[in-house]
Structure formats: C-alpha cells, structure tokens
C-alpha cells in the first residue's frame, strides 16, 4: 500500500484575500457547482455538456495532469471512493488550476481552487479528470492580454427583459443590465463591450 503523506493531507487551506467576489456574495447561502452537480442528475447532465461544448474532455490517462503542457490549465475530477474524506465513487469535485507536483512528489497533484486555497490531491484517490483543450485555452489567455476586462453597472431597475452572462466565479447566469424593451435589448446585446464578455467571460460589475 502506499504511504500517505500526512504534512499534505493536513495542508492549510486559506483561502486567498485578494478574490473578489460580488457585492451581494454570501458564503453561508451559496451552493457550490460541486454541490448542485452531486445532488441533482439533471443539473449534472446539463452542466457536464456545458462543459463540452466549452472544449472540455476527460483524459485517458490520470497522470497526464502532471505533463508540463498542463500547469496553468483549470481542470475538474472525480473521486473513486477511495480517499480519506470517506466521499462515494462518482463524487464531482469542481477542481480549479493546476499548479503541478508537490515537491516533486508523483503521488500528489497541487492545484488552487477558485477560492484561492492550494490543495493536494492524491493522483490514486482520482476516477477521472476532465481538463479544458490547453490550445482553447492557451487562446483565451492570449486574447484576455489582448483585451481588458469590461465592466457594467449593476442592474437595480428591474424589467421583463434581461440580459445574463455566465459569472466567472459561479458559473452561473447573472443579470447584468435590464432593458426597457425588446429593441432595447437588442441593441445592447449587439454591442461590443457584450459581445467581448459573452465570448470570453472577461467582466465584472463596477
């Protein structure tokens, strides 16, 4: 059986201070994507193609996480029963970005999660990992440098016609602006500062 490393298993998750969040974000309320993916089969189908229609796949071989290619790319995985945290087979965990070995070690994955904690990882406690298409996202690192984060007002008025775009920290549609009418909407959506966020979902509220 292999050893496990017990300073890694008990590695301090802090979560990092430096990220933002919306005005209106409150930790105790919010339900994770891990969360809604593990308790509801419909929302896990939906999302898992959401993902691949976004450039994700699972990849044939675990321990490929661990080719060069793959620092800086964001990833999600599954757990095989078989970890210390007593989770079940299957159980969807939404990942964050690979960092790489921990001290070279080729037993444990780092990666920070969207929150900003580093965790390790134990490569033999993974069922299945899937990552986003490197080239994809080696495109929208180039294309973010590029181009700057856009910005809109956050949305009080409310009316019949929204617009959403996905959230980064989320993934979840968000109101960002209300139109008086359908034209209206139009109009915005044709924009663009839009069109930039909708591609690239480089936005935030001011």
Not at 13 to 42: C, G, T, W
Not at 75 to 84: A, C, D, P, W
Request: contains cysteine; proline residues 3%; hydrophobic residues 30%.
């Amino acid at each position: 059986m292999d050893k496990i490393n017990e300073d890694l298993q008990l590695y301090t998750r802090l979560a990092d201070p430096k990220v933002k969040h919306r005005p209106d974000f409150v930790s105790s309320r919010y339900v994770s994507i891990q969360d809604k993916v593990n308790n509801s089969v419909e929302y896990e189908s939906n999302y898992i193609n959401k993902l691949i229609n976004k450039g994700w796949y699972k990849l044939g071989n675990n321990t490929d996480i661990f080719k060069d290619v793959m620092k800086g790319i964001h990833f999600k995985y599954r757990l095989n029963g078989n970890s210390i945290s007593g989770a079940s087979k299957g159980t969807f965990r939404s990942g964050g970005i690979i960092i790489g070995k921990k001290n070279d070690d080729p037993n444990y994955l780092m990666y920070k999660a969207y929150n900003g904690c580093l965790f390790p990882l134990q490569i033999k406690d993974i069922q299945e990992i899937y990552i986003k298409d490197p080239n994809i996202e080696k495109t929208e690192r180039t294309n973010k440098a590029i181009n700057k984060t856009v910005y809109f007002k956050e949305p009080t008025n409310i009316t019949s016609f929204p617009v959403k775009l996905i959230s980064k920290l989320t993934n979840e549609e968000i109101v960002i602006y209300y139109a008086k009418d359908n034209y209206t909407k139009d109009r915005f959506m044709n924009t663009k500062k839009f069109e930039y966020a909708y591609k690239t979902g480089d936005w935030s509220f001011l």
